[in-house]
């Protein structure tokens, strides 16, 4: 069983709210700060896409193991950096994406392996939002971020 110790933000006031909000003992201004607490063993990486990997690699050579959401990281260079550092640090760096566990696709994916109903020739996806849902500062949008829709739904 996990405790959640402490709760950080870039704006301390946000962790704070955040904090007595979700009856979390503690709040940090700073990431940094929560790196630094010796209580916490595991840290959920929540920020943006093109951050998980900056944060997952501090955060393993603070000493920490690190769920972080999906998608893993921007791109093949940052999961492999993130990988070899998990290794150097001997700590485990897991991605927060239950499909990989779920029962469900476990059977899809028995059944494409079986050959059964033939050969995959193609797949489609397509992300589709309520109007409004998704502002034009957040950051889906923003490709400095790795933001986009391949990119969300990965
Ligand atoms: N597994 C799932 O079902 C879901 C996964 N996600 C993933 O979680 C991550 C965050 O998504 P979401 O919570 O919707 O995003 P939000 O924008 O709501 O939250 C991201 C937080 O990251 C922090 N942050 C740090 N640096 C920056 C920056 N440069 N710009 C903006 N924010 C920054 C901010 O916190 P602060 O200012 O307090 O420091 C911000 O609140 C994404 O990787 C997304 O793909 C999202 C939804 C569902
Ligand atoms: O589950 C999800 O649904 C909406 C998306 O924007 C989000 O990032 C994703 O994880």
Redo the contacts with the bound molecule.
């Keep these: 069983m996990a405790t959640i110790v402490a709760i950080?933000?870039?704006?301390l006031s946000?962790?704070q709210d955040g904090a007595k909000k979700f009856g979390i003992p503690k709040a940090y201004g700073t990431?940094e700060e929560m790196l630094d607490d010796p209580e916490i063993d595991a840290i959920y990486i929540?920020?943006?896409?093109g951050?998980?990997a900056e944060w997952a690699i501090k955060s393993m050579k603070a000493g920490k193991r690190v769920l972080i959401?999906?998608?893993l990281c921007a791109n093949v260079d940052e999961a492999k950096a993130i990988f070899e550092v998990a290794q150097q640090t001997g700590r485990v760096a897991l991605e927060?994406?239950h499909w990989q566990f779920h029962p469900a696709a476990h059977v899809v994916k028995s059944y494409v392996d079986s050959g059964k109903y033939g050969k995959v020739l193609k797949t489609s996806a397509r992300m589709v939002t309520p109007k409004n849902s998704m502002p034009s500062w957040?950051?889906r949008w923003k490709y400095d971020?790795a933001g986009g829709a391949t990119m969300?739904e990965t």
């Design positions: 950080a933000s870039r704006e946000k962790a990431y929540s920020v943006p896409n951050l998980h959401e999906k998608p927060a994406f957040d950051i971020l969300d």
